[in-house]
């Protein structure tokens, strides 16, 4: 009977890599990196390596190129994760550019295992790898077999030497079946970029990892000055269940009468919606809930989408207090305003925030300036990523409120935007009406699941100390066709 052997995973060192792969890079193993041009495969190598190769730890990073490394490395400078003090050190250059001279793969085989048992690598990256393959089919032998006793070859060398591997490439996604290089390679990991109305979106994919359960589907990702970072999809069964008590002592919104309308406030862990029109005072409402959480000692978070942060002070009641409680960072504030987000990436800034902040309210403000933010690859399936992102933060324990834009219509009864509101808990509307010659603002719950409420529409009005609700608009008939008329009138 054999002994069984654990495979080691190693840590990328690139933020959400190591998640999407199954907790990490299996040591010692033989991987690919392909996609399409432009889409970040050479700094993802590198970036790896960087955070692959600490302490005593080398690597060699080989480029078949027709130039020297210079231009690349020149590049890549501009990453915070380059150390250039650690080239020519721990990790080594070369260039296979003169070896592949005829398209002989013997001798690029042979140049690499010269250089490999030199130095003994903890990694080896060889970029481009298509480059070779486009040498050998130039070669006197039948291309593909040559390739592939190549690439054995190269695998079972360098996993013997213990190195773990990457080879570098641009690829068709039809070349995945019969190329010996995806059969070979242990992991493979696929980058691709697309644009769609001037907004670049980018995602990864791993389609292959032996030995281990990596996260399946595509997973966006950005390039920033600090590389590459990854967002994991989340999907709801991931999310941790947390199961409601109807007898949980309920949160107070910020406003007694409205409390009262609710049954007694919000349940832990609801998610509210409030729809009205411009004007009306959702984003008031919104800065009175996660106000009154921080006095009750629940820090809050305020996702921004349409307004700039220092609005808030504005529009907030008691703008001073906001702003020191903003200051004493018992409230976070997040802003994203980007036209390419994905809804992971978003997920991941909040969740980020949530725990820095130990929140337990969250408000975003607006769902339509949130739909505008999102690339519009995203916006098809607003709906359904916006329900994986209420099921994730209320499984976290978060409470939260949003806010959309709703047009007052007379000819037609509705609740949300976008057909949303199955999503949410709790909705409260808020809407105009025509009363003596003006125009009052109402509003109503429409719903608190599992959960009796006041189903009867109050007049409010904007103080300076916020919201106030009056009492219910008893004696009118034809509230909702916005020209009311009283009883007996």
Not at 9 to 27: F, H, K, N, R, S
Not at 67 to 82: D, S, V
Not at 256 to 278: C, T
Request: charged share 25%; with cysteine; aromatic share 8%.
């Amino acid at each position: 009977m054999t002994d069984s052997v654990t495979i080691r995973q190693l840590e990328t060192g690139v933020p959400g890599l190591d998640a999407i792969l199954g907790g990490g890079l299996p040591e010692f193993s033989f991987n690919l990196i392909a996609g399409a041009p432009g889409s970040g495969k050479t700094t993802l190598a590198q970036q790896i390596m960087f955070g692959l190769c600490t302490g005593n730890l080398r690597a060699i990073y080989f480029t078949v190129v027709g130039e020297p490394p210079l231009k690349m490395l020149r590049y890549q400078q501009q990453y915070t994760f380059f150390d250039m003090d650690r080239v020519d050190d721990s990790i080594r250059f070369v260039n296979l550019g003169e070896d592949l001279i005829g398209g002989s793969l013997e001798k690029v085989l042979a140049r690499i295992v010269r250089e490999v048992e030199a130095v003994n690598p903890a990694v080896v990256i060889v970029d481009s790898f298509r480059s070779i393959a486009q040498s050998a089919a130039g070669s006197a032998r039948t291309a593909d077999l040559d390739l592939q006793h190549f690439v054995q070859q190269l695998a079972i060398r360098l996993t013997g030497w213990e190195s773990t591997t990457f080879l570098v490439g641009e690829y068709d996604p039809s070349e995945t079946v019969h190329n010996p290089v995806f059969t070979v390679a242990d992991g493979v990991l696929w980058l691709d970029q697309s644009v769609d109305r001037n907004s670049v979106v980018r995602k990864i994919q791993v389609m292959k990892m032996r030995g281990q359960g990596p996260s399946p589907g595509l997973h966006t990702y950005r390039i920033t000055s600090d590389g590459i970072e990854v967002f994991p999809r989340v999907v709801i069964g991931e999310a941790e269940k947390e199961t409601r008590d109807s007898r949980e002592k309920r949160l107070s919104i910020g406003v007694p009468r409205l409390d009262e309308m609710l049954g007694g406030g919000i349940p832990p862990r609801y998610s509210v919606l409030v729809a009205g029109p411009s004007g009306s005072g959702k984003s008031v409402l919104a800065t009175q809930f996660i106000m009154e959480g921080v006095h009750r000692g629940e820090p809050g978070i305020v996702a921004v989408f349409e307004k700039r942060p220092s609005v808030y002070s504005e529009v907030a009641p008691g703008g001073h207090a906001f702003e020191e409680m903003v200051r004493a960072r018992r409230i976070g504030i997040v802003q994203m305003r980007p036209l390419d987000l994905s809804i992971d990436e978003t997920l991941h800034e909040i969740v980020e925030e949530i725990y820095r902040r130990k929140a337990k309210r969250l408000v975003i403000d607006s769902l339509s300036g949130f739909e505008l933010a999102l690339a519009p690859t995203f916006r098809e399936d607003f709906r359904e990523s916006l329900y994986r992102m209420v099921a994730v933060l209320t499984s976290k324990g978060i409470t939260m409120l949003m806010t959309a834009e709703l047009e007052d219509s007379y000819s037609d009864l509705r609740f949300s935007p976008h057909g949303t509101a199955f999503l949410t808990d709790a909705i409260i509307v808020q809407r105009y009406i025509e009363l003596d010659g003006r125009l009052q603002p109402i509003m109503a719950v429409v719903k608190v699941r599992g959960s009796a409420h006041s189903r009867d529409f109050h007049a409010f009005s904007i103080t300076n100390e916020g919201i106030v609700v009056g009492e219910p608009m008893a004696g009118y008939r034809g509230l909702l066709t916005g020209t009311p008329v009283q009883d007996g009138g």
